[in-house]
Structures are given as structure tokens and as C-alpha cells.
């Protein structure tokens, strides 16, 4: 792997999802999890998925990695790694390269370490099992690793059980298992969610840095459009299972083109503005995935949205800038949006005079 | 810092690792029983099987004394000692019986649990088939069919605790299988059954312990059943058997309580202490799961 000329990794992306679709039989009906998502990964590079609950982020993620439930589960398009498709691999053909190749780091740190057994056993297993390390020198490499992800005191930890530490340091035993055989490809599942609001700066520096030294490229689901802003060098949106924007960071941040993603935008709190002002946020719920509304799926709750957004479904369109994508029909910026901008800034001014 | 931690933690876990006086009082009444029970031919006790006929106290059987701490059944023979050995079987049926359904009950409740899909809809079939029969009857029925040996009594009793066995495995496994623990696991590259033995079984081994104590009661107390029935074990004397024995028709209970008292009394204090063990160990473990 790492023998390939850099150049070649440069254009080539590391992974690659073209059409990905992955439904779920439920009783209802299938659901849509994820609905054709296409999108590339370059080594070195880590991409944001960010969305709402249901967005089908987290589906996405274990999608391109395989890992989804045994039962009732479709999967259709393709997924490339390094070139080669894995898409229609099985749970066996995929074991050589989970862990070794890439490998995930979960939300919770309290569900996903196992309470009855030592953190260093857990770390250790797969240096074990893909390496064929022996115990001695699996511990030897866990020490080291414990270090690289600042754990205090590796040694005396190695040997305790997930209930004696703390939130922070079991993200930090979950993501030192993850580079333990030193993948290529990280996906971090909303991984500071469930940990205290002072540690999560911490451990996304972790995760970055580590991401940097070792060359890796990472993908990072989060809800949170702050958390991807400092750590990711491009982001997508996700609604409803589909991708609706895709950008370079700075660039999203900048030049918003779907008025989903400038809405997600406003309801992050500002520093700057007065206290007790109401956070914006986006009226009604995230789609229904069993029945999705036909045209964009954002339609029904988009204050932008006209008949044609009902009616017909934008495809993804090159904005104006390279690399930058959205599926709207009416962007942020054209001559409708700014003409209902008007309209909404009118009548809220209206019932601000009444009340 | 981390001495005053390390302190805090100690004294935490002294508070909560406590398991009672009562538990280690039932621990060591059945340490002593299995002992006896290993080792009933090496201890100096008097034949289980001889007739000590004293024709100075008249008729036997002979109430407890001296000489025969338990007293003599009809045969004058020694209460204490066939107490005594009878340990061994009604152990050893206990203990093989909940050890068969363990092995059989608890490997076909992990798997189903944690494959689901149509192994786990054939086994939930087969063990609700199984829980469906009158247990009573069907263990008169099969041990009055075979030949009554060692072997086939505890089987039999096996046979019966699979179902509930292996519906508590499963519920156990499905309850772990989901967490994320089994999800990271996997995604390291990690086979199905490295799976379920090194992150599922040590889980499930948990709550599994204490119905083990349990479910060994329940066999000896079945056992216990089947000998007054004269259905256990043929060949050898056993609790359930020694109970039968002083409870026949002619008033044995009422002229000589003893026959049957003491070898009650031991099948009493043996379940009692497997139940109060079980129950106590259960209680432990879940306090530790909630500190987790």
C-alpha cells in the first residue's frame, strides 16, 4: 500500500462510493437509509459527513466499511478502497481488511469497550489477530500507543477494567484500538457525542493529530457543524440520505449554496450574539425514509422551497467554485432565493410590528 | 493524587464486593458436602450397607445415639452413613444434570442469540416444545422407560433444564450481541467465534453463574422427587431414596421420624445454601454492573 507513488495517491482516491445505497427492511417498508451517495476520500484527507439524527450518516459510514447488521439489509452501488471494490465483498472477505485497512470509532466509549475485559486485552487483540503478535509484544506495542494517544500512566492502565476510567480515557483506549495496526482509513462515528463538553476538544485534537502523523485519511460523522469546521478539509452535508452539498471547509463556510446547510449554520449558538437570543432553527421534522416526499426532500420545510421543489428533484450541480457540489434548485444567492429573502424579512418585520 | 484516588477506589470496592457471612456460611456447608461427597469410601464412617442388630435395644429401627448419631433404619443400618453416601449421588446427579444443560442448553441459547434469524427461530421452537412438557412427567416417564443408571438420570435431568437454560443464554447474548463492544470487535477484524467466546461468553457467564447454583438446586430437589418414586438411580443410595425409605406405609414417619428427618434436613440445608448462594451472587454481580 504505502509503496504506491504519491502522486499516483494523489489522484486516486483512497475511497470511493459511487451511487452507495444501502435500504432496510423494516415492517413498514424500506427505508432509505442511505440513497445513492456518491463521494471520494484522498489519502491524507478527512471529510465530514455532517447531518440530523436519521440523515443516514452513521448508516453511510458502516456502509463503506461493511460493518451492517446480518439481516434485512439491501446494499447496492459501489465502494472502492484503494481502487479495488469492496462493495459486494462478504463479513469474510472483509476481516483482512477491517482493522488492518480501516477501522471505526464509536460514539459511546461506555458500550463499545468490553466491561469485562482488560482495556490492554482489547487493545491488544487485533495486533494479535492480524500481526500474530505475541502477547508480550502486543502489550509492548499497546503501551506505545496508549502513549501516542496520552493516556497517563500506560502501564498501570493496560491492566484496568473500562469501569476504573474515565469517559475521555476510554475514547482514548477506542481510538488507540483503532490505529493499533495502523489502518489507513479512520471513520470516527460522532465520536465526542457522549463525552463531556471539555474533553471534546481534546480528543478531536487527538484524533487530528494523529490523523496527520501517520498519514491516515479519516471520515467524521458528526451532527455538529462546529466540530467539522476546525477538523476536516471538506464537509458533506446529508439529509434525508442523499448528500445535498459537498464543499471544501472553508469554502462551505464562506459560499453556503443550499439553504439546508445555511440553515443548519444558523442554529449553531454564537459567541457573539447577546445572550438569551432564540437560536434559529429548521421548522418540522427530518423525512420520513420508508415514504420520502418526491422532488428535494428538504422541500417540505425549506422557506425557499417553490412548486418545481415539490415537484422535481435537483440533481447535484457544480457551483461556481472546483470542488464544491449542491442540489438546489433555487441556491443561496439566486435571484428567487434573494426575491423570497425579501418576502420573509417583510413579514417577519410586519409581525414584529404587530406584536 | 493517585494515591488518594487509589484509596477511594479501594474503599469503594470493599463496600461493594461485600457478599454476607450468609453466603460464605452456604459456601462452606457446600464445600463440606462436596467433600464428603468425593471422598465418602476414604472417611472412617460405618458400612452404609451392614445391619448393626443390638439385641439389647429389641427391634430396630434404633433412635439416634451414641453409637448411631442418626439413629438405624428397619434394617439397623446406620442412618449417618448412608446419609452420608447418599451426598454423592444426589450431588453428582445434581451436578451433571445442570452441567449438560449448561453445555447443551447454553451453546444452542449463545448461538441462537447471537445469529437470530432461522437458527434462532428453530431453537426458540425447540425449547418452547420443551418447556411446554410437564417436566415432572416427562423425567417419570423416560427414567421409567430406561435403565436407571448414574448416567441416564442425570441426563434425563439435563434433557429438562435445557430450555430454561438455554432461553436465559439467549437473552443474555442478544442483550450483549447488540452493544458496540461486539460492533468494534468486528470491525478489528474479528471472527464470529473468537467473538462469542472472548467478548460475549465472560458477559454472559455473569448472570449464568448464579442460575448454575440455582438450577442445581432445582436438579437436586428433581432428583430428590424421583427417588421417593423409587425412579432414580437403582444401584445406590441417594436422599430422595433414604426419605422414601422412612416414609413408607406402616407408620415408619410417626414411630421413627429420624430415618427420613436427617437425610430431609441435608437435602434441605444443600438447596437452601445453593439457592442462598445463587441468589446472593446474582445481586453482587448486578451492583457491579450498575457501577459500569
Known amino acids: ?355 | 493524587m493517585s494515591t488518594t484516588n487509589n484509596s477511594a477506589g479501594n474503599q469503594d470496592e470493599v463496600a461493594k464486593k461485600k457478599l454476607g457471612f450468609g453466603f460464605w456460611l452456604c459456601v462452606t456447608w457446600l464445600a463440606l458436602m462436596v467433600f464428603v461427597a468425593l471422598f465418602t469410601p476414604l472417611l472412617p464412617l460405618k458400612s452404609p450397607t451392614s445391619n448393626f442388630l443390638d439385641s439389647s435395644q429389641g427391634r430396630p429401627p434404633y433412635a439416634p445415639s451414641w453409637k448411631h448419631w442418626f439413629g438405624t433404619d428397619k434394617d439397623a443400618r446406620d442412618v449417618f452413613s448412608r446419609t452420608m453416601h447418599g451426598a454423592r449421588i444426589s450431588l453428582t446427579v445434581g451436578f451433571s444434570a445442570i452441567t449438560a444443560g449448561f453445555l447443551i442448553g447454553g451453546t444452542i441459547g449463545v448461538i441462537s442469540g447471537y445469529f437470530r434469524g432461522w437458527i434462532d427461530r428453530v431453537s426458540s421452537f425447540v425449547f418452547v416444545v420443551l418447556l411446554s412438557f410437564p417436566s415432572l412427567v416427562l423425567a417419570i416417564l423416560l427414567t421409567s422407560l430406561i435403565e436407571r443408571s448414574l448416567l441416564t438420570v442425570s441426563l434425563v435431568l439435563g434433557l429438562l433444564s435445557i430450555a430454561p437454560v438455554g432461553r436465559l443464554a439467549r437473552a443474555a447474548t442478544m442483550q450483549y450481541a447488540d452493544r458496540e463492544f461486539v460492533l468494534a470487535a468486528r470491525q478489528i477484524g474479528a471472527k464470529d467465534r473468537h467473538i462469542i467466546i472472548k467478548e460475549i461468553l465472560p458477559n454472559v457467564a455473569i448472570p449464568m453463574s448464579s442460575l448454575a447454583l440455582l438450577g442445581m438446586a432445582v436438579a437436586v430437589v428433581a432428583e430428590g422427587g424421583l427417588a421417593f418414586l423409587g425412579l432414580s438411580v437403582e444401584k445406590g443410595i441417594t436422599w430422595g431414596g433414604l426419605i422414601q425409605l422412612g416414609s413408607d406405609a406402616s407408620k415408619t414417619l410417626e414411630k421413627a421420624p429420624w430415618i427420613s428427618f436427617f437425610p430431609i434436613l441435608m437435602l434441605f440445608l444443600t438447596v437452601l445454601s445453593l439457592n442462598f448462594a445463587g441468589d446472593r451472587l446474582r445481586t453482587y454481580f448486578d451492583v457491579k454492573e450498575m457501577t459500569l
Open chain 1, 1 to 355: 500500500m504505502s509503496s504506491a507513488a504519491p502522486d499516483r495517491n494523489e489522484v486516486e482516491p483512497l475511497i470511493e462510493t459511487v451511487e452507495l445505497r444501502t435500504h432496510f427492511r423494516t415492517p413498514r417498508g424500506i427505508a432509505r437509509a442511505v440513497d445513492g451517495v456518491t463521494l471520494q476520500i484522498r489519502r491524507g484527507q478527512s471529510l465530514g459527513v455532517v447531518g440530523e439524527s436519521g440523515s443516514g450518516k452513521t448508516v453511510l459510514s458502516r456502509s463503506i466499511m461493511g460493518l451492517l447488521p446480518r439481516n434485512g439489509v439491501i446494499r447496492e452501488g459501489s465502494v472502492r478502497y484503494g481502487g479495488e471494490e469492496i462493495g459486494n465483498r462478504t463479513p469474510k472477505q472483509m476481516r483482512s481488511i477491517w482493522g488492518r485497512e480501516m477501522a471505526m470509532v464509536f460514539q459511546d466509549p461506555m458500550t463499545s469497550l468490553n466491561p469485562v475485559m482488560k482495556v490492554g486485552k482489547q487493545v491488544t487483540e487485533s495486533l494479535r489477530l492480524h500481526l500474530g503478535m505475541s502477547s508480550s509484544e502486543a502489550m509492548a506495542v499497546a503501551e506505545k500507543i496508549f502513549r501516542d494517544v496520552r493516556i497517563p500512566e500506560p502501564t498501570r492502565r493496560l491492566n484496568q477494567y473500562p469501569h476504573e476510567l474515565s469517559g475521555g480515557m476510554r475514547q482514548r483506549v477506542m481510538i488507540a484500538i483503532a490505529l493499533a495496526c495502523g489502518p489507513n482509513m479512520l471513520f470516527a462515528d460522532e465520536p465526542t457525542t457522549a463525552l463531556d463538553v471539555t474533553v471534546q476538544a481534546q480528543i478531536l485534537d487527538l484524533l487530528s493529530e494523529q490523523i496527520r502523523d501517520r498519514n491516515m485519511s479519516m471520515l467524521l460523522v458528526t451532527h455538529n457543524l462546529g466540530v467539522v469546521a476546525g477538523y476536516t478539509d471538506e464537509i458533506a452535508v446529508m439529509y434525508g440520505g442523499k448528500v445535498v452539498e459537498r464543499a471544501p471547509t472553508k469554502v462551505l463556510f464562506s459560499n453556503v449554496k443550499m439553504p439546508y446547510t445555511e440553515a443548519l449554520l444558523q442554529s449553531i449558538p454564537r459567541m457573539n450574539q447577546p445572550s438569551h437570543s432564540r437560536l434559529a432553527m429548521i421548522p418540522g421534522r427530518p423525512p420520513d425514509l420508508v415514504n420520502p416526499p418526491t422532488g428535494c426532500r428538504f422541500a417540505p420545510r425549506c422557506a425557499y422551497a417553490r412548486d418545481v421543489c415539490v415537484r422535481e428533484e435537483p440533481p447535484l450541480v457544480q457551483a461556481e467554485t472546483p470542488d464544491h457540489t449542491f442540489a438546489c434548485h433555487f441556491p443561496v444567492g439566486s435571484a428567487e432565493y434573494h426575491e423570497r429573502r425579501v418576502e420573509l424579512n417583510r413579514a417577519s418585520t410586519t409581525t414584529a410590528e404587530v406584536l
